[in-house]
């Protein structure tokens, strides 16, 4: 798990001014060690976070001369030693023993499709000295990330988008569709926009050529289906019960591949919990388990410290509880918002904050268990599509933060140009193979709403402090798995049934049965006392105002009564707008419109 960025040149000029900046600006991402390559028109740079091959011949960019290659990387390829074995029985000769190697060899030999050979998540640019072409590649389900931008003559990546803005020459105009989408899906901006005109990412499933004359090409080489099998027809309950726990079991078994301790993040949620319950079944000892909770605040409770207690004394874990009171939260906040690659509004960002914090100080990885509402029909908006007859009407009734007509009261008239996110769903849903329309949504939900805001979130606020995190239910065989089972057996009695049923006699029944929780951070819902005064404050700058992205009368509506506007997922639209205008100012982002 590290941090990479380059620049690729198109008009003769040198690269690699802009290298160490960039480097600089992800130094949390990798505190271990960093480095550089410069070759001509061709720049790489790399911050380490040392997991796997802790020496110095794993160290990045790393290059190969026999080979005629060299590569940034970021993430981990699981299958690696299998992969290794594979290469060397045809021939190929190995300097270090990590995985960053082994993806060298594996596109020596089988080009850029050899990400197709992959589990694990990953983000990587290699440079063909020969051809002189630069190829970047990204995970199936876009655990890493990977930011560009392009000017005339010359393309920069790297896995933060702040990095970018260090090296410069960015236009950080806000860009209107990525707004409209900011605005309507939970803070999710599907890629290839982010919220700024001038900054893309690459999609999740995707291999990017670069030629040296600056023709680019991309191809997907993965695509999600979300529907039933003709040859599934058979499968019985008792079935996908034995698939979920076999394939499951062996996603867990596949990240627990390290040099380094691995912990859990634990909730106390039932996912989280059934990857405690697999650890301890494959004979991990001396577990390290980590829980944070906040204040209440009202009737809204702020920790699940009952259930994950109860999993860390069922499987005699090393356990370590962290309470945050109200104080602790405030002044994380700014440095929440300064960790995010692009602004998010769930309130959990600032617990993932605090809690990598405290676990990186005792283990460099943590599994987590992110991923499974999404591919196992969790959410309490999927019931409502079970019979739906208008897919994109009622996802939009039951999910968008706000409709259009609210849109045209919050953002300035420049900037509404159309109803950019419901046409994105129609698009989406009118691409999906299944007809059905929960189909559509657990396909939409796991491939564009979830890389882009609890995938995201979670990679951002870990790798502020240098915590790996590894999330065994977005291992593609789990997702293509749960993807071939009929919805209605997801979706039943509130939402993950069958997975629920798959952990019976794993996971105590008391977690399976709990009502449904979420990770809650009450003070965000409600902003009161130094939160509103937070927001208030942020709201209020000269640079908010001057801006001109929010109407003045939306936004001193909800300052005048924080309380009284929520999302359909119970979240603060007041913090929504908050955590945008915090984040222009984090990144001194001056303009808007």
Same mark, same amino acid.
């Given at each position: 798990m590290c941090g990479i960025c380059g620049e690729v040149t198109f008009d003769g000029s040198t690269a690699g001014g802009c290298i160490a900046a960039m480097t600089e600006r992800m130094h949390a991402r990798g505190p271990d060690a960093g480095g550089a390559f410069m070759q001509d028109r061709v720049a790489f740079g790399h911050r380490r976070l040392s997991i796997i091959d802790l020496a110095a011949a794993s160290q990045q960019p790393m290059v190969d001369p026999q080979l005629g290659l060299a590569i940034v990387f970021n993430g981990c390829i699981y299958n690696y030693r299998q992969l290794r074995g594979a290469l060397a029985a045809k021939g190929y000769r190995f300097f270090s023993e990590g995985d960053t190697e082994v993806i060298l060899k594996a596109y020596a030999e089988w080009g850029p499709r050899c990400v197709e050979r992959f589990y694990g998540m990953f983000a990587f640019a290699i440079?063909?000295?020969?051809?002189?072409?630069?190829?970047? $590649? *990204?995970?199936? @389900?876009?655990? +890493?990330?990977?930011?560009?931008?392009?000017?005339?003559?010359?393309?920069?990546? $790297?896995?933060?988008?702040?990095?970018?803005l260090a090296a410069g020459d960015v236009d950080t105009s806000?860009? =209107?569709?990525?707004?409209?989408?900011?605005?309507? @899906?939970?803070?999710?901006?599907? $890629? =290839?926009?982010?919220?700024? +005109?001038?900054? +893309? +990412? @690459?999609?999740?499933?995707? !291999?990017?050529? !670069?030629?040296?004359?600056?023709? *680019?090409?991309?191809?997907t080489y993965w695509q999600l289906e979300v529907g039933p099998r003709s040859q599934d027809r058979s499968m019985t309950q008792a079935d996908w019960q034995e698939a979920i726990r076999t394939t499951f079991g062996r996603a867990v078994e596949r990240r627990r591949v390290a040099d380094v301790p691995v912990g859990v993040l634990l909730s106390g949620g039932l996912d989280s919990s059934i990857i405690v319950a697999l650890l301890a079944a494959q004979g991990q000892n001396d577990l390290r388990t980590f829980s944070v909770g906040f204040e209440t605040v009202g009737e809204l409770k702020g920790d699940e410290f009952y259930y994950s207690d109860l999993i860390a004394q069922r499987f005699a874990? *090393?356990?370590? *509880? !962290?309470?945050?009171?109200?104080?602790?939260?405030?002044?994380? @906040?700014p440095g929440t918002i300064a960790a995010m690659s692009e602004p998010m509004m769930s309130h959990d960002a600032v617990g993932f904050y605090l809690l990598s914090q405290q676990v990186a100080k005792h283990v460099k990885v943590a599994q987590s268990g992110q991923g499974a509402d999404e591919i196992f029909g969790g959410y309490h908006w999927y019931p409502a599509l079970m019979q739906s007859n208008a897919p994109a009407a009622d996802y939009a009734r039951v999910y968008f933060d706000r409709d259009h007509d609210e849109m045209g009261e919050v953002l300035a008239p420049a900037l509404m140009n159309g109803d950019y996110s419901r046409q994105f769903v129609e698009r989406f849903f009118d691409s999906c193979r299944s007809s059905s329309a929960i189909d559509k949504t657990l396909q939409l939900d796991a491939q564009i709403m979830m890389v882009d805001d609890p995938v995201k979130r979670v990679d951002n606020m870990a790798m502020a402090w240098g915590l790996e995190t590894r999330v065994p239910f977005l291992d593609h065989e789990v997702v293509e798995l749960a993807a071939r089972i009929p919805a209605a057996l997801k979706v039943r009695d509130g939402g993950k049934y069958i997975l629920k049923e798959a952990c019976r006699g794993l996971v105590p029944d008391e977690v399976i049965d709990r009502p449904k929780g979420y990770f809650p951070v009450p003070a965000l819902k409600y902003l009161r006392g130094p939160f509103y005064d937070f927001v208030h404050d942020v709201l209020d700058a000269p640079v908010a105002r001057q801006r001109g992205v929010f109407n003045r009368a939306y936004v001193d509506r909800l300052l005048a009564d924080p309380e009284g506007e929520l999302t359909p997922k119970g979240h603060s639209k007041l913090w929504q707008i908050a955590v945008l205008e915090c984040w222009l100012q984090t990144q001194r982002i001056e303009n808007g419109i």
């Open positions: 440079w063909e000295r020969n051809s002189g072409r630069v190829v970047l $590649a *990204r995970d199936r @389900l876009g655990i +890493k990330p990977l930011y560009y931008t392009e000017r005339p003559g010359r393309l920069r990546f $790297a896995s933060t988008l702040p990095a970018l806000i860009d =209107p569709a990525a707004l409209h989408h900011y605005m309507s @899906l939970h803070a999710v901006v599907p $890629a =290839p926009l982010t919220i700024l +005109k001038g900054v +893309k +990412k @690459l999609p999740a499933a995707t !291999i990017c050529t !670069i030629e040296p004359d600056g023709r *680019r090409r991309e191809e874990t *090393r356990h370590e *509880r !962290i309470a945050v009171d109200s104080s602790r939260a405030i002044d994380a @906040l």
